[in-house]
Nanobody, 123 residues
Framework: QVQLVESGGGLVQPGGSLRLSCAAS????????MSWYRQTPVKERELVAS????????NYADSVKGRATISRDNTKNTMYLQMNNLKPEDTAVYYC????????????????WGQGIQVTVSS
């Protein structure tokens, strides 16, 4: 019903910055909480940051606090993750997650995942 497409990843030097984007498309009424997760070959998928449906509240993993800012623009159906002062340990595949409500008459949301995008922090 809903497709999530990440963009903005790539290779960046330690101390550098990048901005990830997640664009939602398809059949949905609205999207509640959206989140960024990341996963590496040696660590299971973990929550990086999340943002509520209207963008009023945000949450960050301790490892990225002070370096990451999550935001969303519901007029564009897009969520962003700005990351600064990147570290090698930030290297991972980053996944967009959304709780999508597909109809106006229900409050039930369906978990939706993007395909993931590689972020590599290396000299």
């Amino acid at each position: 019903q809903v497709q999530l497409v990440e963009s903005g990843g790539g290779l960046v030097q330690p101390g550098g910055s990048l901005r990830l984007s997640c664009a939602a498309s398809g059949n949905f009424f609205k999207i509640n909480t959206m989140s960024w997760y990341r996963q590496t070959p040696v660590k299971e998928r973990e929550l990086v940051a999340s943002i509520t449906g209207r963008g009023s509240y945000t949450n960050y993993a301790d490892s990225v606090k002070g370096r990451a800012t999550i935001s969303r623009d519901n007029t564009k159906n897009t969520m962003y993750l700005q990351m600064n002062n990147l570290k090698p340990e930030d290297t991972a595949v980053y996944y967009c997650y959304a709780d999508a409500v597909t109809a106006a008459w229900t409050t039930q949301s369906r978990p939706t995942w993007g395909q993931g995008i590689q972020v590599t922090v290396s000299s």
